[in-house]
């Protein structure tokens, strides 16, 4: 039987094709399954109730008449809507749904959509358009400080603003559609992805852009649902030729707004637009979204974004003083930059703190003022430095487990850290050489005393060994100011 609905369905599929455009075809027809054939009656499977009432309401007389001349007369169609809750089981649940035997005209007489009157911006109610002007004009809703010569490169996020570069010189016409950026709250994500807007407009001028959050996306379309302007709505994004959506993991409780937008999205894709997104999570870990849109996803490229490392974030602050016209000492940059590790939000915050208690006190910028303010801006900012600290530093810089640099071993790498440790601890605590022995698991001074002067005669014979102690002395010496 499943057979016999599927032939029959192809049939249809072949006369549906005649009467609408390829992109109708795709987004509206192409996910629909037959899945049983009863007599004359043809059970259609659809993804949602959203699309079972938009074929409803736009193709009733398309189908009915179809059907008929498939099935004969008597032919009608009914519909099983899988059940949003169910949609990750493996035999999801799912409700039957009769079509509707209503007739209406239809938007046309060969059934194909009509096209939109591009010079006329009243011809549909758009969010973003900006009155009495034409689609070029739509206001893209971008920042325009968010640009890539101030967006501060490091490993950090590399790869992502090259792709975004990439992309930004040719839009749509690039392997990277859709531009997936993913990374942690703060990291730069919403900058990226405006720089890339900003340059489109810079390098296109007549292409629309448009930036907005999912969460505006979703509540937009509530609206027009209520006010029964859901079309007007697909087809103000459908203008769209760089459609940057920001936050896209929000949609994952939005089961109807993630129809739209597959619908939105293969119209924008088949069209050669061009789709950029954001998500505080690399899409595969985005439990409940859809999993046709995560297809989708992983069509173009998902780049990602770390959190930046101590060079980059010192870069970002250098940038930000610039903009600002600051002069901050380097110690001072370098005390923020370790003392900040979460986002560049922060950072900038701080440079601003401190701009702020400098001017309403009339003090110099120095590291003294620079520990006060940070004291209340982190908790991380002014902790007391102790041997433990030391060996916590240096283990994560060697990536070595904790209580490997505590075992009584002479691995190479091992002893070559547990030396390093207790020369920066000799330096930078007031720990007697017997303490400092203790904290490692019994050694006596002695060794504490040899290890020192090994890494001494390491530094003056061995240039990569004297880089990474450098390394690590700064970021010790950050951490007990």
């Known amino acids: 039987m499943t057979n016999e609905a599927a032939a029959a369905w192809e049939r249809c599929l072949g006369i549906i094709r005649d009467n609408v455009n390829w992109r109708t075809y795709q987004t509206w027809f192409e996910p629909i399954k037959a899945v049983a054939l009863n007599q004359s009656v043809l059970t259609l499977q659809v993804p949602s109730q959203f699309f079972y009432e938009w074929l409803e309401e736009h193709y009733v007389e398309l189908l009915g008449k179809t059907i008929k001349r498939v099935l004969g007369k008597e032919g009608r169609l009914e519909y099983?809507?899988?059940?949003?809750?169910?949609?990750?089981?493996?035999?999801?649940?799912?409700?039957?749904?009769?079509?509707?035997?209503?007739?209406?005209?239809p938007k046309d007489n060969n059934y194909v959509d009509m096209p939109l009157k591009?010079?006329?911006?009243?011809?549909?109610?758009?969010?973003?358009?900006?009155?009495?002007?034409?689609?070029?004009?739509?206001?893209?809703?971008?920042?325009?400080?968010?640009?890539?010569?101030?967006?501060?490169?490091?490993?950090?996020?590399?790869?992502?603003r090259s792709a975004g570069i990439h992309v930004a010189q040719k839009p749509g016409a690039t392997a990277f559609n859709p531009l997936v950026v993913f990374g942690g709250v703060g990291w730069g994500k919403t900058h990226l992805v405006q720089a890339i807007g900003n340059e489109v407009r810079r390098l296109h001028p007549n292409k629309a852009v448009l930036y907005v959050s999912a969460?505006?996306?979703?509540?937009?379309?509530?609206?027009h649902s209520k006010n029964n302007e859901v079309n007007d709505f697909i087809h103000f994004y459908q203008l769209i030729d760089v459609l940057i959506l920001d936050d896209i993991h929000l949609f994952v409780p939005a089961t109807?707004?993630?129809?739209?937008?597959?619908?939105?999205?293969?119209?924008?894709?088949?069209?050669?637009?061009?789709?950029?997104?954001?998500?505080?999570?690399?899409?595969?870990?985005?439990?409940?979204?859809?999993?046709?849109?995560?297809?989708?996803?992983?069509?173009?490229?998902?780049?990602?974004?770390?959190?930046?490392?101590?060079?980059?974030?010192?870069?970002?602050?250098?940038?930000?003083?610039?903009?600002?016209?600051?002069?901050?000492?380097?110690?001072?940059?370098?005390?923020?930059?370790?003392?900040?590790?979460?986002?560049?939000r922060e950072l900038e915050g701080a440079v601003i703190a401190l701009f702020a208690q400098a001017t309403l006190n009339k003090k110099e910028?120095?590291?003294?003022?620079?520990?006060?303010?940070?004291?209340?801006?982190?908790?991380?900012?002014?902790?007391?430095?102790?041997?433990?600290?030391?060996?916590?530093?240096?283990?994560?810089?060697?990536?070595?487990?904790?209580?490997?640099?505590?075992?009584?071993?002479?691995?190479?790498?091992v002893v070559q850290a547990r030396q390093i440790t207790?020369?920066?601890?000799?330096?930078?605590?007031?720990?007697?050489?017997?303490?400092?022995?203790?904290?490692?698991g019994g050694f006596d001074h002695t060794t504490v005393i040899h290890s020192c002067q090994t890494v001494e005669n390491l530094m003056d014979t061995d240039g990569e060994y004297k880089e990474h102690l450098l390394e690590l002395q700064q970021k010790v010496q950050l951490a007990s100011l």
């Not at 169910?86 to 005209?105: D, E, F, G, K, L």
């Not at 006329?120 to 968010?146: C, E, F, H, V, W």
């Not at 970002?316 to 901050?328: A, H, N, P, S």
């Not at 920066?424 to 303490?435: E, H």
Request: aromatic share 10%; hydrophobic share 35%.
């Open 80 to 105: 099983r809507i899988l059940m949003e809750s169910s949609s990750s089981q493996r035999n999801p649940a799912s409700i039957h749904m009769p079509a509707s035997t209503y007739n209406r005209p």
């Open 118 to 160: 591009w010079d006329d911006p009243t011809s549909i109610k758009t969010p973003y358009a900006i009155p009495g002007l034409k689609r070029m004009q739509i206001d893209p809703q971008l920042n325009a400080n968010y640009t890539f010569e101030n967006y501060v490169e490091g490993d950090c996020n590399r790869v992502a």
């Open 215 to 223: 969460e505006k996306f979703i509540n937009q379309f509530i609206d």
């Open 256 to 344: 109807k707004s993630q129809d739209v937008f597959f619908g939105i999205f293969n119209h924008l894709h088949q069209s050669g637009k061009q789709i950029i997104l954001t998500s505080d999570t690399p899409p595969k870990d985005l439990e409940g979204m859809q999993e046709r849109l995560l297809s989708r996803f992983r069509w173009g490229l998902n780049a990602d974004i770390q959190a930046p490392d101590f060079e980059t974030r010192q870069s970002i602050l250098r940038m930000k003083m610039r903009q600002e016209g600051l002069e901050i000492p380097d110690e001072v940059v370098k005390y923020i930059a370790y003392n900040v590790q979460t986002n560049v």
């Open 365 to 413: 910028i120095d590291i003294d003022l620079a520990k006060r303010v940070m004291k209340n801006f982190v908790k991380t900012a002014a902790k007391e430095l102790t041997i433990e600290n030391i060996q916590k530093m240096v283990c994560d810089y060697f990536h070595l487990p904790y209580d490997r640099l505590l075992a009584k071993t002479r691995k190479r790498e």
């Open 422 to 440: 207790m020369y920066l601890a000799k330096k930078f605590t007031k720990s007697s050489l017997k303490n400092i022995g203790e904290h490692f």
